[in-house]
């Protein structure tokens, strides 16, 4: 559903994709939506594994406790409730879908074909259906794209996401099923991507690749790497935006210091902010907003027009306030690190652990660019908390072979 979509192809030249006050979801996608979390429901409330859903527990229940909140304060609290509902269900729907394979091979089968024939329909687009596969100089938003290859995605970004998640996908296919089709997915993938345009991506599937090797070898370096490189790039991209000397030590290296026009937006973010520390603005609320929309939010700055904040902690923070960044990093970044040390103690399948690895590091470093968390669309945050869930299964679990009485949980079980 992600990597196909219920509305692929999506015509960027009319009027109507771009207007905020349209409906975002279509009736198909709600009835596919409902018909899969139905399924999954379904299946978790009746698999031996059901204990294994959703944890940890109780950061959860705090967490979005903390969501309907300040949800309930906010501005639009019916629009904001529905949303936290719609968050809830993604991650039971993620935490579900680790559980539905027999096995690892399976898992790895299934995603193979899976991501085979959403890189078809990809390819299938650019090449008979190029006005909807490849971005356009007559769309009404970011004409400047004109060129880079989409697919059946929305925008060039997402596909290029998408990309390097399949790369990361086919490697996986290639230790654990097959390695002819695991080479096919990641260059079918790597080649997709090279012509997205989305250089953030490029440089990130080698980068993280490397990134996840360094991790498995020297454990010394994984906090430095993670948390501290988060911490690194948020000083550096946000920064840029509300600090001269660092915007200047950006440029003087070379790099973009707007990071592609992001720091009008970041800088207007972090005003908002210092309003509202503590409680936010409401879950997935303040941006598209009919005040930013039609009134300008009181400033004169194009940033008020943006869909989102293009930094997912930054907009975590916007919206659910001090308290909500601190539950989101501790589940999001803290407990998987923890989880990663204990999975290697395990005996559990390397190859397993090492896809979510790589998933999970690319997905905290792209949150620093990109806005994707607890978004209920969203390809990217769907199988980065896949990985979450994976590696805290992984922690605490160890794989059986098909013909013996398993005694313990695994991510993928036997």
């Given at each position: 559903?992600?990597?196909?979509?219920?509305?692929?192809?999506?015509?960027?030249?009319?009027?109507?994709?771009?207007?905020?006050?349209?409906?975002?979801?279509?009736?198909?996608?709600?009835?596919?939506?409902?018909?899969?979390?139905?399924?999954?429901?379904?299946?978790?409330?009746?698999?031996?594994?059901?204990?294994?859903?959703?944890?940890?527990?109780?950061?959860?229940?705090?967490?979005?406790?903390?969501?309907?909140?300040?949800?309930?304060?906010?501005?639009?609290?019916?629009?904001?409730?529905?949303?936290?509902?719609?968050?809830?269900?993604?991650?039971?729907?993620?935490?579900?879908?680790?559980?539905?394979?027999?096995?690892?091979?399976?898992?790895?089968?299934?995603?193979?074909?899976?991501?085979?024939?959403?890189?078809?329909?990809?390819?299938?687009?650019?090449?008979?259906?190029?006005?909807?596969?490849?971005?356009?100089?007559?769309?009404?938003?970011?004409?400047?794209?004109?060129?880079?290859?989409?697919?059946?995605?929305?925008?060039?970004?997402?596909?290029?996401?998408?990309?390097?998640?399949?790369?990361?996908?086919?490697?996986?296919?290639?230790?654990?099923?097959?390695?002819?089709?695991?080479?096919?997915?990641?260059?079918?993938?790597?080649?997709?991507?090279?012509?997205?345009?989305?250089?953030?991506?490029?440089?990130?599937?080698?980068?993280?690749?490397?990134?996840?090797?360094?991790?498995?070898?020297?454990?010394?370096?994984?906090?430095?790497?993670?948390?501290?490189?988060?911490?690194?790039?948020?000083?550096?991209?946000?920064?840029?935006?509300?600090?001269?000397?660092?915007?200047?030590?950006?440029?003087?290296?070379?790099?973009?210091?707007?990071?592609?026009?992001?720091?009008?937006?970041?800088?207007?973010?972090?005003?908002?902010?210092?309003?509202?520390?503590?409680?936010?603005?409401?879950?997935?609320?303040?941006?598209?907003?009919?005040?930013?929309?039609?009134?300008?939010?009181?400033?004169?700055?194009?940033?008020?027009?943006?869909?989102?904040?293009?930094?997912?902690?930054?907009?975590?923070?916007?919206?659910?306030?001090?308290?909500?960044?601190?539950?989101?990093?501790?589940?999001?970044?803290?407990?998987?690190?923890?989880?990663?040390?204990?999975?290697?103690?395990?005996g559990n399948n390397p190859a397993l652990t090492r896809l979510f690895?790589?998933?999970?590091?690319?997905?905290?470093?792209?949150?620093?660019?990109?806005?994707?968390?607890?978004?209920?669309?969203?390809?990217?945050?769907?199988?980065?908390?896949?990985?979450?869930?994976?590696?805290?299964?992984?922690?605490?679990?160890?794989?059986?072979?098909?013909?013996?009485?398993?005694?313990?949980?695994?991510?993928?079980?036997?």
């Amino acid at each position: 559903m992600f990597w196909v979509t219920t509305k692929p192809f999506i015509d960027l030249t009319d009027p109507a994709t771009l207007d905020p006050s349209a409906e975002k979801s279509n009736l198909i996608n709600q009835l596919v939506t409902l018909a899969l979390s139905g399924g999954l429901l379904l299946f978790g409330l009746t698999s031996p594994l059901r204990s294994t859903i959703l944890q940890p527990r109780l950061l959860l229940v705090c967490l979005f406790v903390w969501f309907f909140f300040v949800s309930a304060i906010s501005t639009y609290p019916d629009l904001a409730l529905k949303r936290v509902v719609l968050a809830i269900l993604t991650c039971i729907n993620a935490a579900i879908f680790l559980i539905l394979p027999r096995s690892d091979r399976q898992f790895a089968k299934l995603l193979g074909v899976a991501m085979l024939a959403a890189l078809g329909l990809a390819y299938f687009g650019v090449t008979f259906i190029p006005n909807r596969a490849i971005h356009l100089a007559t769309e009404l938003r970011e004409p400047m794209n004109a060129g880079f290859w989409r697919g059946q995605f929305a925008h060039k970004n997402e596909a290029a996401g998408v990309m390097v998640l399949t790369a990361f996908f086919g490697f996986y296919v290639y230790a654990t099923w097959n390695k002819f089709l695991g080479v096919v997915l990641v260059v079918l993938a790597t080649f997709f991507l090279m012509h997205t345009g989305g250089k953030t991506s490029s440089a990130a599937l080698p980068a993280i690749v490397v990134l996840a090797w360094v991790f498995e070898r020297w454990s010394w370096s994984r906090i430095p790497l993670s948390i501290g490189g988060v911490i690194a790039m948020n000083t550096v991209t946000i920064g840029s935006a509300i600090s001269e000397p660092i915007r200047s030590l950006v440029s003087a290296v070379g790099v973009d210091p707007t990071f592609t026009n992001r720091t009008d937006i970041w800088r207007f973010a972090f005003s908002a902010i210092t309003q509202r520390p503590l409680f936010g603005y409401g879950f997935q609320l303040f941006w598209q907003t009919d005040e930013l929309v039609y009134s300008g939010g009181g400033v004169e700055t194009w940033a008020v027009e943006a869909f989102n904040g293009h930094n997912a902690y930054l907009d975590t923070l916007l919206t659910t306030g001090i308290p909500g960044l601190v539950l989101t990093v501790l589940w999001l970044l803290v407990l998987p690190l923890r989880d990663l040390g204990k999975a290697e103690k395990t005996g559990n399948n390397p190859a397993l652990t090492r896809l979510f690895l790589r998933i999970w590091l690319y997905g905290i470093y792209t949150a620093c660019v990109e806005s994707f968390f607890f978004l209920s669309g969203a390809s990217i945050w769907f199988v980065l908390l896949v990985a979450v869930f994976g590696l805290r299964l992984q922690a605490r679990a160890s794989v059986v072979n098909e013909t013996s009485k398993p005694t313990s949980y695994s991510a993928i079980h036997a």
